[in-house]
C-alpha cells in the first residue's frame, strides 16, 4: 500500500472529475489517497482533505492534475519532502507535465510496479523582502 497524494487545477472541471475517478481507482487498489483541503473540497472529496502545512508528509507519490501552474503549486506544497510528482496536463502547454489523462491510469501501473525513471530538477528558494518583513519565500 502506498500513500498518493493528489493536486487539482482549481477552474477545470475535468481535472475535478479525473481527481475523483484516480482517487476511487486507487482506494480499490488499497492505495491511501490525500488532498490539500481546498483541492478535496472541490473535488468532493473533504473526507481526505489534510491541511496544506501537513501535505506531503509521508506520501510516496503526489499526482499533479493540471497544467504547468498546477504543478509549480504542487512542487511548493512538498518541495521541503522530496516526493515524486507525476504531471498529468489539463493546461494548454503542458511544459512541466508528463502524462495525459488518458495514459494516467498505465503512468501508475507503471510507477507501483517500479517501471518508472525520476528526473531530478534543480528547485530554487527565493526570499522577497518588503520592508522588515524578509521571510516571505517561494519555491519555483
Request: proline fraction near 3%; hydrophobic fraction near 45%; charged fraction near 30%.
Amino acid at each position: 500500500m502506498s500513500r498518493v497524494g493528489l493536486v487539482l487545477h482549481h477552474q477545470r472541471e475535468e481535472a475535478a472529475t479525473v481527481t475523483r475517478e484516480v482517487a476511487a481507482w486507487l482506494a480499490e487498489r488499497d492505495h491511501e489517497v490525500e488532498l490539500p483541503e481546498g483541492d478535496a473540497a472541490l473535488a468532493g472529496l473533504e473526507d481526505r482533505g489534510v491541511p496544506d502545512d501537513w501535505f506531503g508528509q509521508g506520501l510516496d507519490l503526489v499526482v499533479s492534475l493540471g497544467g504547468d501552474g498546477t504543478m509549480l503549486r504542487t512542487v511548493s506544497l512538498v518541495a521541503e519532502q522530496d516526493v515524486p510528482i507525476l504531471g498529468v496536463n489539463f493546461g494548454q502547454l503542458g511544459y512541466l507535465t508528463e502524462t495525459e489523462p488518458a495514459d494516467l491510469s498505465t503512468a501508475l501501473e507503471r510507477f507501483f510496479a517500479g517501471e518508472h525513471r525520476i528526473e531530478e530538477r534543480m528547485l530554487l528558494e527565493i526570499r522577497l523582502a518588503r520592508g522588515a518583513a524578509a521571510d516571505d519565500r517561494h519555491w519555483i
